[in-house]
């Protein structure tokens, strides 16, 4: 079953439900793939985003909802920091499991591997390798700075 049915049932169920907060998260998850596939198509590309589009998308507004909920809780907002960290958890039932430490070091060393990367200079095609595999199953920023370990 695709990422959008997926999404899309998951609507209709908690519409059926009347679960207000997972509704509106649900539907902030659709208009924010919309605007993508608008923008698609405004290139060109009539098929809209792609399923990797959609993991990305899913990931950066996990994180950004991550991000609010820290900044409320420094500003002493516990209702509104439980509210983010809710809808992070409705997010983030439809990104694929996140791998472990180990398991992105391990993917690192494979991407390195399989390029043959040398020097600080690769790192962007390794990251555009682990990019292409990985998206939505590990955090990009925190694997960057593995990936200059490995290359220096």
């Known amino acids: 079953m695709s990422l959008r049915t997926r999404i899309s049932d998951a609507l209709k169920q908690a519409m059926k439900d009347k679960a ?16 993508k596939d608008i923008a698609a198509r ?8 792609s ?21 409320y809780e420094e500003g002493g907002r516990l209702d509104l920091a439980e509210r983010e960290r809710e809808e992070v958890e409705v997010i983030e039932e439809f ?14 060393d494979a991407a390195v591997e399989e390029i043959g990367a040398t020097s600080i200079r690769d790192m962007g095609k390794v990251m555009g390798l682990l990019k292409e595999r990985y ?17 220096s």
Request: no cysteine; hydrophobic share 45%; charged share 25%.
């Open 51 to 71: 399923e990797a589009e959609v993991l990305a998308i899913l990931s950066k507004m996990a994180k950004q909802r991550q991000e609010s909920a820290r900044a």
């Open 42 to 49: 405004a290139q060109g590309n009539d098929e809209g985003v």
């Open 135 to 151: 998206t939505g199953q590990m955090d990009f920023g925190a694997v960057g700075p593995v990936i200059k370990a490995r290359l």
């Open 95 to 108: 990104l694929p499991r996140q791998l472990s430490v180990t398991e992105a070091s391990a993917a690192v």
């Open 20 to 35: 207000a907060d997972r509704l509106s998260t649900l539907r902030l998850i659709n208009a924010a793939i919309k605007d």
